[in-house]
């Protein structure tokens, strides 16, 4: 049985972030604003310090305020990765399925595509030099697995950098973090950095010929092939962790 105090405290915090979280959204509470002190909002909501304290917590979970120790709470100014910030423990709950990890790998090619198209329709000579200098990174990083990984997902991210949306930005930013995993393991494969590389090349080639449709079958060809990859290892790690077992109980 669910203890009552416990129940009773859940809501007191609750209906205190509610009522902080309603004055940043509104403006009274300002990007940079500090909080009252903690001891003022006992006094204001009539509730004990862990009270405050979660609903600090959930504040700062949801990435409308910072805590520091020593400080009062500070309004932070949103971003879009903020988004994201509270759909961490859902995402690895969903990642350590393998329909979950499929899931995420079809929603990344449904993004990539549509910036690799948009790419080509809207990219300016400015943007395409960056893509350019992001893809020379990427062939001379050939070889080294660490440079390799870091200038794979820059090039990535200038694609959705052209698209000029800070949801595009952040969501970028999230999908590299959430299939980590994947490009670890594809490009632990001999010769899968040349593929890659050469993959972005084509992606690269369509976006600067202003043709959406080659841009588009680049990129589906390169994520496809990296799914297809990651999948073959995986079985194969698989494979031989059962053949580990199976000498080890003979």
């Not at 003022?40 to 009270?51: H, K, N, T």
């Not at 001379?140 to 052209?162: C, K, N, P, V, Y």
């Not at 930013?173 to 001999?190: F, G, M, N, Y």
Request: glycine share 6%.
């Amino acid at each position: 049985m669910v203890d009552p105090l416990v129940i009773e405290r859940k809501k007191l915090f609750e209906h205190v972030a509610t009522h902080l979280e309603g004055q940043i959204l509104s403006g009274k509470l300002k990007p940079g604003d500090q909080l009252p002190p903690e001891r003022d909002l006992q006094l204001r909501f009539g509730v004990g310090r862990p009270a405050i304290r979660e609903a600090l917590i959930s504040l700062q979970k949801a990435g409308l305020v910072e805590l520091t120790n020593g400080a009062r709470a500070k309004v932070l100014m949103p971003t879009a990765s903020h988004i994201f910030t509270g759909m961490a423990p859902a995402v690895r709950q969903m990642l350590s399925t393998e329909e979950g990890q499929r899931s995420f790998q079809g929603a990344r090619m449904f993004f990539e595509v549509g910036l690799a198209r948009e790419a080509a329709r809207t990219a300016t000579p400015s943007d395409l030099e960056a893509l350019g200098e992001a893809l020379e990174a990427n062939r001379l990083a050939i070889g080294d697995r660490d440079r390799f990984t870091s200038t794979d997902i820059a090039f990535h991210f200038e694609l959705a950098r052209i698209a000029r949306n800070l949801v595009f930005v952040a969501l970028h930013d999230q999908i590299s973090e959430w299939l980590k995993e994947q490009r670890i393991v594809t490009l632990a494969a001999d010769g899968q950095e040349q593929t890659a590389y050469e993959a972005h090349r084509a992606i690269y080639d369509g976006i600067v010929a202003r043709d959406p449709d080659r841009a588009e079958k680049a990129m589906r060809e390169h994520l496809d092939q990296l799914t297809t990859m990651f999948w073959r290892q995986r079985a194969c790690d698989q494979e031989a962790d059962d053949h580990k077992m199976g000498d080890h109980d003979a």
